[in-house]
């Protein structure tokens, strides 16, 4: 992971297409997704619920703001 980054304009984290720039990490598989629990479709990041686990970015961030629009 890169050294943290204080961001000095808006940053979007999901670009609408896929997961590039994102990583999933599952409890009981950790960076294997075997059951697509994470997915992208139709501009939207779609999380299925089925396992517990996180989305994260593969840039690291300090002293942001973070906004979230979910439907």
């Known amino acids: 992971m ?4 204080t961001p000095d304009r808006t940053i979007r ?3 609408g297409r896929d997961l590039d720039g994102l990583y999933g990490w599952l409890k009981d598989t950790h960076y294997e997704d075997p059951g697509t629990v994470f997915t992208a479709a ?8 089925e396992r517990h686990g996180y ?4 840039q690291a961030y300090r002293d942001y703001h973070l906004v979230v ?3």
Do not use: K, M, Q, V
């Open 69 to 71: 629009e979910y439907t």
């Open 55 to 58: 989305l994260g970015t593969r």
């Open 2 to 5: 890169s050294a943290a980054i």
């Open 13 to 15: 984290l999901f670009n």
């Open 42 to 49: 139709d501009g939207l990041l779609r999380i299925s619920g």
